[in-house]
Structures are given as C-alpha cells and as structure tokens.
C-alpha cells in the first residue's frame, strides 16, 4: 500500500480532500503503480513567515501508461486554497492528458476545471461520446476558456461553483473523466512508431507551453518567492515536459 504523504500536517478544506480521495482512489487502480523521488524541499514547502504564510504539498508517481502522476495541494496566507492534478501519459501509449483545478478563495470556488485534453492529432475521437454524455447542465456560471486553452477538449468542463450541490455534482464529474482516464489506460498497448511517439511528446510539449501562459500561477507564487525559484518550480515541478 502506498504511503499517503499529503494531508497528514494539514487539515484540508472538504471540497478538496473530497476531490483528493477520489483522485487518489482511481489512481490506486493503475498498474504498476509507483512514487517517484524529488527534491525533499520541493516536496513539502512551509512558510509560517506573518503574512507570508504558505503550504505547498507535492506528491509524484508512475505507472503502467503514465510518466509522471502529480497532485499538488497548496494554501496561501490562510485564504487561497489549490488543488493541482496533471495526469502526463507515456508517450508510447495511446492516453490522454488528465489535468483538473479547483481553487477556492476564502469560502468562494472560483474556478474548477477538469478535462481529458488529447495528446495526439485524432485522439478525442476515440472518447468524445464517453465525456459528451457526462451530465453538465446543473451549473449556474460556466466560465470561459481563456485564450491559452487551446490545448484543451471539446468536453472541457470550466465553472465557478456557487453551492454545495453544484459542488457535488463537479465530484461526479471528475468521477466519470478520471473513469474514462482508467478503462482507457487498461486497453492502450505501446507502440513503437517512432513518428506517432514524437507527435505525443509535442502535444505534451505543447501543452506544458500553452499551461506556463498562465499568469496567474506565477503571480500567486512571486508574492512568496523571487523570480528564479517560480520560474524554476512552474517549468520542473508543475508543467515538465520530455
């Protein structure tokens, strides 16, 4: 059994420790499942600086059909709380890129997205009719996909989330693509097509670029650290790309 390293020093919002489990939970079904090493202090980051306060949790694995499997809990100065998820498939196996995001600011979740994006030109064909069928209809503030969303899926899920049922059924949401993610890593083999293997990575390698054009991300961050330690953290930690 896996160590469940995240958590154990902080008490987390429910929302995301709901999300987390479920994360979690069908991660625990892939094969050959196992934690990757990194740096200890990019493991666990805390800061009990007044008015810098912070605390940032990393978590990394591989398995059969995925290089790296990165969650990422982080909370800042009390109020801005994160969940980060990046699911990156080997590129020899025909698997899309799992990626979902919640952030919540004091008791409001302004964003929470969640996507299977494809990570080949034809891809999304072969789960389009598994997403479309996901049951979306019950949110009040869809949210717009920015300008850097290109890398994304038609069935892209975006909104901020105004109550607790709408809340729940983002839960259930995340349950069926994280389900679809699974049964499609359970029939993919490897292939040894060394133009198709390419292509993947430069849909990785795109969509680590188009992600890193985010600003937000680093403007959170460069209130807590210098320029050269985000940088560093946003191109090896959150969005790595081979």
């Given at each position: 059994m896996l160590s469940e390293s995240l958590t154990k020093t902080k008490l987390l919002d429910p929302l995301i420790f709901d999300l987390l489990q479920n994360i979690?939970?069908?991660?625990?079904?892939?094969?050959?499942?196992?934690?990757i090493?990194?740096?200890?202090?990019?493991?666990?980051?805390?800061?009990?600086?007044?008015?810098?306060?912070?605390?940032?949790?990393?978590?990394?694995?591989?398995?059969?059909?995925?290089?790296k499997l990165h969650i990422e809990v982080a909370e800042f100065s009390g109020n801005l709380k994160i969940l980060h998820c990046v699911f990156f498939p080997d590129p020899k196996f025909d698997i899309p890129i799992?990626?979902?995001?919640?952030?919540?600011?004091?008791?409001?979740?302004?964003?929470?997205?969640?996507?299977?994006?494809?990570?080949?030109q034809n891809q999304g064909l072969k789960y389009e009719k598994l997403l479309s069928k996901v049951d979306k209809s019950s949110f009040t503030s869809l949210r717009e996909i920015p300008n850097w969303g290109e890398i994304f899926s038609k069935n892209v899920f975006f909104a901020s989330l105004k109550n607790q049922s709408e809340k729940n059924a983002f839960l259930e949401i995340v349950d069926q693509y994280l389900l679809t993610l699974i049964k499609l890593s359970k029939e993919a083999q490897p292939e040894t097509d060394k133009k198709i293997i390419q292509e993947r990575k430069s849909f990785q390698k795109n969509y680590c670029v188009q992600q890193m054009k985010n600003d937000k991300t680093s403007m959170v961050l460069l209130k807590y650290f210098d320029k050269k330690w985000v940088d560093e953290y946003i191109k090896n930690v959150l969005f790595d790309f081979k």
């Open positions: 979690r939970g069908h991660r625990s079904m892939l094969e050959n499942l196992k934690s090493k990194i740096n200890p202090n990019l493991s666990t980051i805390i800061s009990n600086e007044k008015g810098k306060e912070l605390y940032i949790e990393n978590e990394f694995h591989k398995a059969r059909g995925f290089r799992f990626g979902m995001d919640l952030v919540k600011i004091n008791e409001i979740v302004s964003a929470a997205i969640v996507d299977l994006s494809p990570a080949s």
